[in-house]
């Protein structure tokens, strides 16, 4: 409304000093003002909200680190020149996204504007809509129109290929058993109904055949020889390196249609099976995408409070090792049964002193510690000495 004001009162006082003041430059002034009025005064009632805008992502996923680039068609009603046109993509997300770019689309009544993030970080990145601003040619003029156009943008974490039988390369029977299906000593106490990812060799042929469904059998006594993956999700130190490793990791059992149990130490406890081979991927995916570090407690604190089966094989997966740590993953695993811990930093960064002293005390047989590249899983799993 003020803009209006303001440029009636622009063409008014030009036309009264070319009447009163006379002349040619008076008059020269005010024709020579009349289009760039006319311009704006057109501008203004231009209708913004019959335009049309689409976003064009063209992946369905993206990891950590990739390149982002996407489009936004915007389609008009009709053509009008439009000297400015200034577009910001609006995202809520917790990267940071500056997503604006100023073009000069004239009569185009189609355009395509191509926007590029360098790196975009692990998450969610919910985007909201667009907001477009257009201007006359002398700047009186300022129209802004927010267009409503959401999207859900996943960015999982880094994936490496990881070699299950490399994590068991080492020698260890603690990390051969990362290689190995589950095995498991049961005493068949009933059936009940077939459940997704249930073992094939499980299936109690004889009560489908009666039953005309799939039966699975039930068991007494089950005592699984698995390892269980443990995560430190506490520490915010390496947490992206750390994760993707796990990630990593996780998709690597499922791709094989291995075992194991994985157990998130974080704000809350999470644990779940890994099973049911690649169709579950997109699952975890989504899981780690979502995942944050919580410094509520320090690991080895919280780790107290995670109940495990002592006849199970321990994998922990941390980036700071202390005393404490180590002295608690001792606590949860039966003294005939492997721990491999694995040190995860970006770029393979030097374990401290300290962290040497650690290792060189409790290094034995059965428990083993690699420091992990963040990048190169495959050539940068090592096995780290008290030397």
Not at 195 to 211: H, Y
Request: hydrophobic share 45%; proline share 3%; glycine share 6%.
């Amino acid at each position: 409304m003020k803009e209006t004001i303001f440029l009636i009162g622009l063409f008014a006082v030009t036309f009264m000093y070319a009447m009163f003041q006379g002349g040619f430059v008076s008059w020269f002034l005010f024709y020579s003002f009349l289009p760039f009025g006319i311009y704006a005064f057109l501008l203004l009632i231009y209708p913004l909200k019959r335009w049309t805008i689409q976003r064009n992502i063209s992946a369905a996923y993206y990891q950590s680190g990739d390149v982002l680039i996407y489009t936004l068609k915007i389609k008009r009603a009709f053509p009008f020149p439009l000297y400015f046109l200034s577009i910001e993509d609006l995202v809520d997300s917790g990267q940071k996204l500056h997503l604006h770019k100023t073009i000069y689309p004239l009569w185009k009544k189609e355009v395509l504007v191509e926007f590029q993030v360098p790196y975009i970080q692990r998450g969610e990145h919910q985007f909201l809509g667009v907001n477009i601003e257009i201007s006359d040619l002398l700047g009186i003029v300022h129209r802004k129109q927010y267009y409503p156009c959401e999207q859900l943008l996943l960015v999982y974490p880094r994936l490496h290929e990881v070699s299950i039988n490399l994590l068991s390369s080492g020698g260890t029977e603690g990390a051969s058993h990362t290689a190995r299906s589950a095995h498991y000593t049961m005493l068949v106490s009933g059936v009940r109904d077939y459940e997704q990812g249930d073992r094939l060799s499980t299936i109690d042929w004889k009560s489908t055949a009666r039953k005309g469904t799939l039966m699975s059998k039930e068991f007494d006594q089950q005592v699984k020889n698995e390892p269980i993956i443990v995560f430190d999700a506490i520490d915010p130190l390496h947490f992206e390196p750390r994760i993707n490793f796990v990630a990593s990791l996780i998709v690597a059992y499922l791709k094989q249609n291995r075992s194991a149990s994985f157990v998130c130490v974080g704000e809350a406890f999470f644990s779940k099976e890994v099973r049911g081979g690649a169709h579950t991927i997109a699952q975890w995916l989504r899981y780690f995408t979502q995942l944050q570090p919580s410094a509520k407690q320090s690991f080895g604190v919280e780790l107290q409070a995670m109940n495990v089966t002592k006849q199970q094989s321990l994998i922990v997966i941390i980036s700071t090792l202390t005393e404490q740590v180590v002295q608690q993953i001792q606590a949860k695993a039966n003294l005939h049964v492997a721990i491999t811990i694995f040190i995860v930093r970006e770029g393979a960064e030097a374990i401290s002193d300290k962290e040497r002293m650690v290792i060189g005390r409790y290094s034995m047989p059965l428990l083993n510690f690699y420091i992990v590249d963040g990048s190169q899983y495959r050539q940068k799993i090592s096995e780290v000495g008290a030397g």
